[in-house]
Every structure is written in C-alpha cells, then in structure tokens.
C-alpha cells in the first residue's frame, strides 16, 4: 500500500504536531500511532515508554525535546508525522520542522486555552504559511473549558476559530463529542480502554440549539467561499456533507479560519475523528506553493514543485 500511496501524493499528509509543554502533544501523537497500527500498546509519557521520545532524557524527564518524525497510514492516506517539542527552550526545533510541513496539529490544554509557548508556535507557523486544525485536548481534566479555550484562541492569537465539534459533558463526565458537520453525537460510553469503539447518537438534547447555532457558523462560512454556495445559503437550501467539507477544506489552506475539535487523548477518546480531520482539511503536498532555495553550490537560486519526478532537495 505505501507504494501505491507514495505515487498519488494527493494521498499523502506532512504534518506536525504542536502545543505549550504539558498540553499532551506526545500523548496525542502515541494515539494517532497505536489506532493506525503503528504500535499495538500505548506508549505513555508518564512511564517513559513514548515511541516519539527516544532520547534518554525525554524518556527519563517525560518531555520532548527533540522532533522526532514517523510514518503512519490513515483511510487509505499516508501521513508523515513530526512531533515537535513544547518546552520554550527547545523552540528553535519547532521552527525547523515548520519549514519542511504542509500543515499541523495544534494541541491545546481544555483547561489553560492558549498558554505562552502556544503563541510562540503559532506565530513560527504563521511565519511559514503552516494551515492547522486545533484539538482542544484534556476534556476530561478537573476545570476543563472548551468555549474558554476557543475564545483565547481567537483572543490570544488574533485567529479565527471554526467550530467543528463540541464536548458531550466535561471533566469526568465527558463522554465524546458533538461532530456538527453532520449533526451527530460521537460517543465513547463506559470504561474505555483503549478508545478504538465509538458509537454514533443522536445529539443530546441539551445540546441540540446549541450545534444549531455552531453549524449555522459553519455553514456560513463556508458558504463564503463560493458565488453557487452562497446562493444555494441565501436562499435557504440545505448544502451536502460533501460541500460543507469540500468549503472547510478550502478555509483551512487559506489560514482564514482553524477547525477546531476537542478530545481526550490520556482517556482515548477524540482521537479518531482529528485524523479524520487531518485527512479532510488539511493540504497534500501538491496544494502548497513551490519550495525555493539554492543549489549545492550555495548562490544559485532555484524551485521545487512537490512532485516525484522533480530533483531531490532537503532543508540543511
């Protein structure tokens, strides 16, 4: 399969994963290995064990302080992953791996929202043109807000947040998400062990205006992006699924506005539907621009469409 996919690369997805330390950026990422089969166990940061932390002393300070980069496969995509440190003083690594992504995760803490480090990455990304999607992690944590942390996302980075999901409950009630493109509830009931069962329900009804108001925004915005769709929104039709994303889609690769999702990575919960959304609105190589730089020579200035049948390059 991996040589099938690496001949279309519009099935193939260069992401990073960042976030302030302590967000579960690395927790996130030993999810997204173990459901795409990478790892059959789960690697906790707490015992040391994180597949990403290699380094004796990641594995022994439980942080990350080098990018460590893996290849999985996702719904028949490939999706090369690097995930980044979230410790200030490692920050210069963020910033080398951004140059070499096509778009990221960015992980926030449900309690904190946008912490300092989290600015600081956000802005290298936007220095790069990086496209994101946000995962609003640690649902499940005592104080956990997921309007809160929206709203410093849009407060504290100057962004737009889209709404994609909200939280079914909070702290130890959490118990899945709100998926608003569809209008279904995503549930991980009882004692989850290792979160690879959902069951799809109806929305709860405590929540049923409130996604009302959320898909409207979604609708709205996507019904921007295109003379037929808006007159389709105007005058009061329904847009498909496939449209509503196709419109996501294009909102993301033009950084005007960030999905937004929430989970619980520690509690395995969320993760499935954000590689959902990697895959759904994040770019493949061939939709970002041209690399430029310089040949081996060091003073000639040349340009690389993402292709297979163009001259190797590297960032050194």
């Known amino acids: ?32 290995l173990f459901y795409t089969g990478i790892n059959y166990k789960i690697g906790e940061v707490h015992d040391g064990a994180a597949t990403m932390d290699w380094m004796e002393e990641e594995q022994k300070r439980g942080i990350t302080i080098t990018s460590a980069a893996t290849t999985t496969f996702w719904a028949d995509h490939q999706i090369n992953i690097i995930d980044t440190p979230g410790h200030v003083d490692f ?10 992504l ?12 946008v912490e300092p480090q989290s600015e600081t990455v956000w802005r290298q990304a936007d220095k790069y043109d990086v496209p994101r999607v946000c995962f609003v992690n640690k649902m499940d ?23 994609l999901q909200l939280p079914i409950g909070t702290e130890n009630e959490f118990a899945g998400v709100v998926d608003l493109v569809q209008m279904r509830a995503l549930t991980w009931r009882g004692e989850v062990q290792k979160g690879e069962d959902y069951t799809v329900e109806e929305i709860p009804a405590d929540l049923v205006e409130t996604a009302k108001e959320y898909r409207e925004k979604i609708v709205e915005a996507v019904a921007e992006t295109d003379d037929e769709l808006m007159e389709l929104y105007v005058a009061g039709e329904e847009l498909t699924v496939e449209q509503i994303k196709h419109g996501i889609r294009e909102i993301t690769i033009a950084s005007s506005a960030y999905p937004v999702l929430c989970g619980s990575a520690f509690k395995n919960k969320g993760v499935q539907p954000m590689l959902d959304a990697v895959i759904d609105y994040l770019p493949a190589p061939l939709e970002v621009p041209p690399v430029e730089g310089l040949l081996p020579d060091g003073e000639t ?16």
């Open 102 to 113: 096509d778009g990221a995760i960015a992980v926030f803490d449900g309690k904190e929202g």
């Open 91 to 100: 920050t210069v690594e963020v910033e080398r791996s951004l140059r070499v």
């Open 1 to 32: 399969m991996a040589r099938d996919v690496l001949t279309d690369l519009g099935k193939v997805r260069n992401i990073g994963i960042m976030a302030h330390i302590d967000a579960g950026k690395t927790t996130t990422t030993e999810r997204v």
């Open 301 to 316: 200035p040349a340009s690389r469409k993402p292709s297979t049948d163009e001259p190797f390059s590297a960032l050194a």
């Open 141 to 163: 944590k005592l104080g956990a807000d997921f309007y809160f942390t929206v709203r410093t996302i849009s407060e504290r980075l100057g962004a737009t947040p889209l709404v």
